[in-house]
């Protein structure tokens, strides 16, 4: 019993009514021009008056909703009045160049269009229709108690009259009248709350947009994230090395710790430059200018290696200059991530880098000892994410390319990657 009446003493059960009743007061502007051809065609019976005046002010309400400003303000204010969740409307683009896919999109989003319409017919038809009962009702429940006003009610049913005109009926008709009041703004704001979603909501066209935004959103924050771990992590773990010769070296060797520290500061700037651009895209400012390390930077990512105090071996065969664009930034990335894990996790020794290219494709080594032989950086262990090897299987993947990554040999680790490439004139 008291779960049957939460609805009617539920706060947005009337604050949902309010939003239906809104709708009278919206559509009466045009309801004045809808009566415009009737009063021009006097001659025409009453009955063909008023179904002229519906159907062109049926008419006027469906172009208003197609207005796009229409469905924004209705889904603001389904949101707030009707606590429905209802996403922001997105622009639908239909790729009617493409065969076979531009017809069907073009007639999904052209059903779609006229679903506001519909929409807004059966605001304004719910919002008259509850208005004019809950009004009777209410009006009769205010007056019928002790004959207020003189009031009185009759029912006529079946040739049998019943007539209140006072006395304790009048109360308890009185109490049922201002009951069907609440109840009519119950079965219309739960309408409006089932439809809504079905009119207003995201169409198919949308929710594709919507997952399509989504996913190049969520692929651009993966490959911020690849670019993140590849350049930050390598920059920590070269200065982090280069810091501990410099320390060692400071009192023998002061000229060989200043070029270690001026190279800590050359890894330290090309690293904020990576950390500013990535968190400018993360905050959804305007688009700068990104850091394009290529191959041609390979020479550079090297020499600090080399002052951090790695013997590194590069091979090169083919022209790796001619590899540009996406795929030579890429190779930059993978060289830089498998040189990184060669400092953190080998056991000393040279690491030898190979790169070759060819016409159809590029091969990328990078190959350390392992084992118990003394660790870079003076023996002292970094922390791992485990991300690394999954991130460069990713990015290798994304290039229709190969990777492997394992023991060469028991005192070895290899990193190959085999890339497709084009090489240009």
């Known amino acids: 019993m008291i779960k049957g009446l939460r609805p009617l003493l539920s ?18 502007p045009l309801l004045s021009f809808a009566l415009v051809p009737a009063l021009a065609w006097r001659s025409a019976p009453e009955g063909v008056q008023i179904v002229v005046v519906l159907l062109v002010w049926a008419a006027l309400i469906g172009l208003v909703g197609l207005a796009r400003t229409t469905r924004r303000v209705l889904v603001v204010s389904a949101r707030r009045l009707l606590r429905v969740s209802l996403p922001e409307p997105v622009a639908v683009r239909t790729p009617t160049s493409r065969p076979g896919d531009g017809p069907a999109a073009a007639v999904a989003s052209h059903v779609d269009r006229w679903r506001t319409p519909l929409w807004l017919l059966l605001h304004v038809t719910l919002g008259w229709t509850g208005a004019l009962a809950s009004g009777v009702l209410l009006f009769a429940g205010l007056t019928l108690p002790g004959g207020w006003l003189d009031a009185e009610l009759g029912l006529s049913l079946f040739g049998r009259t ?20 609440a109840s009519v703004c119950v079965v219309v704001t739960k ?35 690849h670019e993140l ?57 305007e688009a700068e200018t990104a850091p394009t390390r290529t191959l ?27 590899v540009r664009g996406t795929l030579s930034r890429a190779a930059y ?85 085999r890339l497709p490439v084009r090489l240009s004139p």
């Open 11 to 28: 706060r947005s059960t009337y604050s949902g009514a309010l939003f239906a009743y809104g709708a009278v007061l919206a559509s009466l």
């Open 162 to 181: 019943v007539r209140v005109d006072g006395g304790w009926q009048s109360w308890a008709v009185a109490l049922g009248c201002l009951l069907l009041a």
């Open 191 to 225: 309408a409006l709350r089932w439809s809504a979603p079905r009119l207003l909501g995201p169409s198919a066209a949308e929710r594709l947009a919507l997952a399509a935004e989504r996913e190049l959103q969520l692929a651009e924050r993966n490959r911020l994230a």
């Open 229 to 285: 771990h590849d350049s930050i992590g390598h920059t920590l773990t070269t200065t982090t090395i280069q810091a501990a010769v410099a320390g060692e070296m400071l009192s023998a060797d002061p000229e060989a710790a200043r070029a270690a520290l001026r190279s800590i500061e050359e890894s330290s700037r090309a690293a904020l430059e990576d950390l500013d651009y990535v968190l400018g895209v993360l905050r959804a400012r």
């Open 296 to 322: 041609a930077d390979l020479p550079e990512l090297l020499d600090r290696l080399r002052h951090a105090g790695a013997v590194v071996e590069l091979e090169l065969s083919g022209d790796p200059a001619q």
């Open 333 to 417: 990335r993978i060289l830089q991530e498998g040189l990184t894990n060669a400092m953190r996790h080998g056991a000393g020794g040279p690491i030898e880098v190979r790169v070759a290219a060819a016409p159809d494709r590029l091969e990328l080594d990078v190959v350390n000892r392992t084992g118990d032989g003394p660790r870079t950086g003076k023996g002292r262990a970094f922390p791992t994410s485990g991300h690394g090897l999954p991130g460069l299987t990713e990015r290798v993947r994304l290039l229709h390319g190969e990777i492997d990554a394992g023991p060469d040999g028991p005192r070895h680790w290899r990193l190959t990657v």
